[in-house]
Structure formats: structure tokens, C-alpha cells
């Protein structure tokens, strides 16, 4: 069973001088094994939407269906919380709020351990989740506030992975990375998302929509705008949602526009795009 | 995003909110005098007390903050309270001779009862008086405040200006600790942490996973605070100007005599024998005199609205 929302509204701070509607009705689908990315404005309820996916926040009315998970305000489902955030596991943008052990294995197996698995099993997990992040064998028994930014945010991830999630969630993974550590981060995404873990990502770069993506969901204040396929998207002006057009849509355009008969539909990436521009030319 | 109510500024455009801090603080000393002043009978304690709640309760309500704030608020002491209460009624004062009734072969004393509730009185007071300071004062014009008081210390070179910088750093870093503590635990949260139920251990261990990340991000914070001051030339030494320059008004004179005039009250209350008049005019002379205080406090309402807002023609 997929992701789904059903008329889910969420107020913070309800009946106060401080209270803010960030959710007003969304009902949405995330499929299984898609690669959905959520886009939309700062303040839009991005985080807010993705937080009531593991049960952080409990809907202020209406239902959140994840698996064989129900998330509503009663009794009943708020116990079942803690089996949920094994299914789904959301990694946040800072990685200085999660790490907290001496050195980077423990910190990894903390997760595990939590949802009683030993300890050595859990070490042996922290170490093939490790691996897969690209984080070198050598770092394993070093601190975590001694690395790179780059490298903490790959631990934060490696410790969401080790609860082996059916749902990945991640907010903006790519903010504040270099591009290489972007691109190379994004790619280890994907391979996952093959592997058939459904992946959710909050992002403000429309690059990784047009790459990535599977499915797109637009918010905005506190509204779903849009749902689709990126394809979908960005046959539209993508810009009457306050969004940019990607680079490599705006290199399609401006070749269509030069004359050049290329096919839009064929082109996802930028080895597709130049082997579309090599044909037109012949 | 948290949910804290207790000593958070709500912005407001009410008569308190635009007193002077130096006042307000002036009067939240007074009133906390007031109230913890003890009497000889609990008649007069519970009538004088009342008095006072009906005044700060009115006050509050002028400022606009919500009663049921303050009783959120109190909702964290209910334990202490609770404890409170039954250490003094299982141990009565050395004066108790009215029995309420017996638990087994225990007797409970109207004494303790009156004592332990005349504890809650003045906790309950004392928390509304500060949270009518703290929801209707800018946590900068407090600090200015404070300094104000302290510039007599500035002749003994006592740092007074680095106190009241760091005493406005640390109260503008509240929000922000809070929310930065939620977030690390929703963070932990999704590694399977559990903050609310457990073993003793594994709940101590749950706190560890908060506390080490706060730090961390709290030393980090305040790195960058004190780069981000010097970037801006920044000298603890150097001679300020104010942007906001404190003034006393008419409203200030206004609050500040109303509450010299309660202290003045209280402690005269306190201190006159009642030798000339009989017991039951005790009371009465007392309501009197608080219904006068109320109508003389509606009166330089009235009036501070009238001055600011007068009517247009």
C-alpha cells in the first residue's frame, strides 16, 4: 500500500496568538517505488506535509494512510507510532541535529539498536550502510563532529538507512553540498529508488525534478496545486507556478525555437539531450 | 513553532504594553512585595489576596493576555503544588487548634488547609504578575530596564552593560533553543527514538541523543553570534547610543502611583492595630478601599486611552 493523504489539515500552535494553518486540505497519493519530489515555496507546508508521513505530526483533522499505518488524532493509532517510523524514515536538512555519538558506527547502529536489534548486528548494518553512503572504512571509529559537512550528511543518511525503510523521505539532501557531492549523493538516491525503496524529496532545485523525478507534487500555502508527471509539468509554463524552468528545458526550448527538430519527450537527462541535438543535426 | 506560553512577548497595542519597562518593572516588585505580605488572621490573608487576584487578574485582562495561558502555565507546577499540599497538611503549623476532620486516626487542622492554599494564592499571583511583565515587555526593553537599575553599579566598575547584552542574547535564545530542541527531537524520533515512554536507560540514553546535538548546535550558534557582532564592530566598551529612547508618560505615572498606592496598603494594613473599629468592618473597609483602587485604575485607563486616541473631528 502506497502513501495517501486524505483531507489532511494541520494548524500549529492551535487556539494562540501564534497559530499558522500550514496544511488545509491536501489529499494526495505517493506511489510505491516512485521517485516523488515535492516542490513549492518557503512556507508552503513541505516540511509540515512530509513530517505527518511518519507521524511527527498527527493531522489536525483528516487521515494519513502509510502501509498498513493509520495516522489520525486518536488514541488507537498514536501507539503504533514508533513501528511506523520504520517503514518510513526522514532524514532532516541539518545533519548537527542527529548526530550525538562518539564515534560514526555507533551513531549509525543507534537507529537499529533502537528498534531492538543487538548490537553487533546493528554494527554490521551501520558498517553496509556505511558502504553504500561512500563513507571510507578508515572513518568508521572517528567522531562525527570531526568530518566535512559533506561527509556528517552522508552519516545522517546512513542513519535513517540502517532502519532499512520501505519510504525514504528526505528534506532538501542536496542543500549546502558542493555539486560533485550533490550529483554524487543524488545518483546513490536513485540507485536506491531501482532497488524499489519509494523515495519522497523536498527540494528547491528544479534541475533534480527534471532528472529524478517520477512523480511531482506542487504545494502551495498550505495547498496541494498540483500533482503529476514531471513530463506533465513541464509541457505547461512551469513558471505561473513560481517555478524556474530547468536548464535543460530551457536548452530544448531555445533549440525548438532555433529550428532544431528535436523530441522534448525523449529527453531526460544531458547525454539524451546531446544524442537528440546529434540526431537533429545529421 | 513551540508551544511555550509562560515568559513569551505577545504583541499588543494595550495601555501595559506601552508603559515604560523601567515602570513595569518597578511595579512587578511592588505588587510581588504586596503580595507576599503576611497577616495575622487567614480572614485578612485570603481577603487581601483576593483583592490582589482581582486586580491582576484585571490587569491581565487589560493587557490581553489569556487567563487560560497563565493557567497553562501552571499546569507544569500542578506536582509541586500537589507536594505542597501534603507536606503541609500531614504537617500543621505549631499554632493549629481548629480540626477539620480526621483521616484515620490523623487530624487535619483548618490551619493547614488555610496555610497550604495560601501558598498556591501566592505561587499562583507570582506567576501571573511575571507572566504580565514578560507577555507585555519586549525582552530587549526589559533588558534595558535591568540596566537602567544597575547603572548606579557602573561607579564600583561592575560590567553593567555586558550583563544586560548577555541577559538579552540569553533571553532572545530561548525561542530559538526551544524550537532548535524540538526539531532535534522530531530528528531523533525518526530513529526510533522514544522521549515519552521506556526503561529508566533507554529514556536516559533518548535524552543524551537531545542534549549532545543541542550543545553542539548551541556552541555553533553562538560562534557565529559573536563573529556576526564583530563583523558589525561590535565593542563592549565603546559608548552606545539608543534607538529607543525610554520616556516616562503620564500612563507610567499613573501605574506607578496606583501600585505605591497598593504596597502603601498592604503594609499598612499590616501593621495598624484594629483596636478602634470592630472585627466585621475589618472586611468591608477592606473591599471599600479595593473597589477604589479598581475604579481609580479604570479612571487612568480611561484617560491613557483618551490621551492617545483622541477623537477625531
Known amino acids: 500500500m502506497p502513501v495517501r493523504f486524505d483531507d489532511v489539515f494541520y494548524t500549529y500552535q492551535p487556539k494562540s496568538p501564534f497559530k499558522s494553518e500550514a496544511l488545509r486540505g491536501v489529499s494526495l497519493e505517493i506511489k510505491d517505488g516512485s521517485f516523488t519530489c515535492i516542490v513549492g515555496h518557503t512556507g508552503s507546508g513541505k516540511s509540515t506535509l512530509i513530517q505527518q508521513m511518519n507521524g511527527l505530526l498527527i493531522p489536525s483533522s483528516g487521515t494519513v494512510f502509510v502501509n498498513d499505518f493509520t495516522v489520525q488524532k486518536s488514541r488507537k493509532s498514536l501507539k503504533n507510532l514508533h513501528n511506523l517510523r520504520k517503514e518510513v524514515g526522514i532524514v532532516f536538512q541539518f545533519a548537527r541535529y542527529q548526530l550525538f555519538e562518539e564515534t560514526i558506527e555507533a551513531d549509525v547502529a543507534f537507529g537499529p539498536m533502537n528498534f531492538g536489534v543487538k548490537k553487533e548486528e546493528a554494527l554490521q548494518i551501520a558498517h553496509e550502510c556505511l558502504q553504500t553512503v561512500g563513507i571510507d572504512e578508515s572513518l568508521y571509529k572517528r567522531s562525527p563532529f570531526e568530518i566535512s559537512g559533506g561527509q556528517r550528511r552522508r552519516v545522517a543518511i546512513a542513519g535513517i538507512l540502517a532502519l532499512r525503510p520501505k519510504i525514504l523521505v528526505l528534506d532538501e539532501p542536496t542543500a549546502g553540498l558542493d555539486p560533485r557531492g550533490a550529483q554524487e549523493i543524488l545518483k546513490f538516491f536513485k540507485e536506491l529508488n531501482d532497488k524499489g525503496t519509494t523515495i519522497v524529496l523536498v527540494t528547491h532545485d528544479i534541475n533534480i525534478v527534471f532528472e529524478y523525478a517520477t512523480d511531482v507534487i506542487v504545494m502551495n500555502e498550505g495547498k496541494l496545486e498540483l500533482q503529476c508527471s514531471p513530463d506533465a509539468l513541464f509541457k505547461e509554463d512551469v513558471e505561473k507556478y513560481s517555478l524556474e524552468t530547468p536548464l535543460i528545458q530551457k536548452t530544448v526550448n531555445l533549440c525548438l525555437e532555433k529550428g532544431l527538430k528535436i523530441d522534448p519527450s525523449k529527453i531526460h537527462n544531458i547525454t539524451e539531450l546531446a544524442q537528440e541535438i546529434a540526431r537533429a543535426k545529421k | ?313
Not at chain 2, 507570582?126 to 507572566?131: A, F, G, R, Y
Not at chain 2, 511583565?133 to 530587549?140: F, Q
Open chain 2, 1 to 313: 513553532m513551540n508551544a511555550s506560553v509562560l515568559g513569551r512577548y505577545v504583541e499588543h497595542n494595550t495601555f501595559i504594553h506601552k508603559m515604560d519597562p523601567r515602570n513595569k518593572i518597578f511595579c512587578l516588585v511592588a505588587l510581588m512585595v504586596a503580595v507576599f505580605i503576611g497577616y495575622k488572621t487567614y480572614e485578612m490573608t485570603f481577603i487581601i489576596g483576593g483583592s490582589l487576584a482581582i486586580l491582576i487578574v484585571s490587569l491581565l485582562l487589560i493587557a490581553k493576555v489569556r487567563i487560560l495561558d497563565v493557567f497553562k502555565s501552571l499546569r507544569v507546577l500542578w506536582f509541586f503544588v500537589l507536594l505542597l499540599m501534603i507536606i503541609n497538611v500531614f504537617a500543621p503549623p505549631a499554632n493549629a487548634i481548629h480540626i477539620a476532620f480526621h483521616i484515620g486516626k490523623k487530624a487535619i487542622y483548618w490551619e493547614a488547609i488555610f496555610q497550604s492554599l495560601k501558598i498556591i494564592l501566592r505561587l499562583v499571583l507570582m506567576i501571573m504578575l511575571t507572566m504580565l511583565l514578560t507577555a507585555t515587555t519586549k525582552p530587549l526593553d526589559l533588558t534595558y530596564g535591568l540596566e537602567w537599575y544597575m547603572t548606579p553599579f557602573k561607579l564600583i566598575k561592575f560590567p553593567v552593560h555586558e550583563i544586560a547584552m548577555t541577559i538579552s542574547i540569553a533571553l532572545r535564545f530561548i525561542p530559538t533553543l526551544l524550537d532548535e530542541t524540538e526539531r532535534i527531537m522530531k530528528a531523533q524520533s525518526s530513529r526510533g527514538v522514544d522521549f515519552k515512554h521506556g526503561k529508566i536507560s533507554s529514556r536516559l540514553k533518548a535524552i543524551v541523543s537531545l542534549i549532545i546535538p543541542l550543545f553542539i548546535s548551541s556552541f555553533q550558534r553562538s560562534e557565529e553570534l559573536a563573529d556576526s557582532m564583530e563583523a558589525r564592530g561590535y565593542d563592549p566598551k565603546g559608548k552606545r547610543t539608543r534607538y529607543r529612547i525610554l520616556r516616562f508618560s503620564f500612563g507610567d505615572f499613573i501605574g506607578f502611583f496606583l501600585c505605591l498606592v497598593v504596597l502603601t496598603a498592604t503594609i499598612f494594613i499590616k501593621s495598624f492595630k484594629w483596636t478602634v473599629l470592630t472585627p466585621h468592618f475589618i472586611p468591608w473597609f477592606i473591599i471599600a478601599l479595593f473597589l477604589i483602587l479598581i475604579y481609580m485604575i479604570l479612571t487612568g485607563l480611561i484617560r491613557a486611552v483618551l490621551r492617545r486616541h483622541p477623537k477625531e473631528k
